[in-house]
């Protein structure tokens, strides 16, 4: 067979196998979901089967859905998406307190959460803990955000970055991303983005908070996280190597 033909197999087979390859290995990932519910864990506040988004390949099952809220009640011992236990912990803390968005949300983090209400001074949060062992090449997190409408502006943070937005009104269980950095800027949006996976996110242990004062009108709040771990060098990599050397040593030869 000639070098050319060669080559040019080789192209189509990235061209077609390349998706495949890079597909599989996202849907491999670990991804650790952690939903904010009321009383009832069979409720329309519990998150029982496969959720996220679709376009940030987060569509998972094994949701963690907690109900326990203070420093002293962490839930341990966290799930990934695959149902085997992390070493990770979840402290929510709810001192602005907890909020029903709507039923239009139910079976959603939406629907349910921890509540910033305007002229409250304390905020609310969610911490993670012991992240370096489940996530050993770092991880990226969506925070999914609701408020009561009108809601007309408020902020999410990692403590490093920020996002303002605004809740949907009337609802919408269509996941919309927020961007906006600036309060210049409210973004109809319900989830942000924390990091990704070429600028990770490393430390051990992180909080997700609805800062004090970011509430411009009613309230705003989490109701739940998901932590995607950044994988691994796959058969994907492999491949694209693979590739290259075919391709330099068709050059070469060439020469």
């Not at 999914?144 to 949907?168: E, H, L, M, R, W």
């Not at 009337?170 to 990704?196: M, W």
């Amino acid at each position: 067979m000639k070098l050319h033909t060669i080559v040019s197999i080789l192209r189509k087979s990235a061209a077609l196998f390349l998706p495949v390859f890079l597909a599989a290995n996202l849907s491999a990932q670990s991804i650790i979901s952690l939903n904010i519910r009321d009383g009832n864990p069979e409720g329309n506040s519990a998150v029982l089967g496969a959720f996220g988004v679709a376009a940030e390949g987060t569509v998972v099952d094994n949701w963690n859905n907690t109900n326990s809220f203070g420093a002293a009640n962490p839930t341990l011992d966290l799930v990934d998406s695959s149902g085997a236990a992390t070493g990770v912990s979840a402290t929510v803390l709810n001192a602005g307190g907890q909020q029903y968005w709507g039923a239009d949300y139910a079976g959603t983090p939406w629907n349910f959460g921890i509540a910033h209400f305007t002229g409250t001074p304390n905020p609310v949060s969610v911490t993670f803990d012991n992240l370096n062992a489940a996530f050993p090449l770092g991880y990226y997190a969506l925070v999914y955000v609701s408020g009561a409408p009108p809601n007309q502006g408020a902020a999410v943070t990692d403590g490093s970055t920020t996002y303002y937005f605004q809740t949907s009104n009337p609802a919408d269980t269509t996941p919309l991303l927020i961007t906006s950095t600036t309060s210049d800027t409210y973004d109809v949006g319900n989830y942000a983005v924390f990091g990704s996976i070429t600028t990770p996110l490393m430390s051990d242990d992180i909080t997700f908070a609805i800062p004090t004062g970011s509430v411009v009108s009613n309230n705003a709040g989490i109701g739940g996280v998901q932590l995607v771990a950044i994988p691994e060098p796959s058969a994907a990599a492999v491949f694209v190597g693979l590739l290259a050397v075919g391709l330099l040593l068709y050059r070469r030869r060439r020469a």
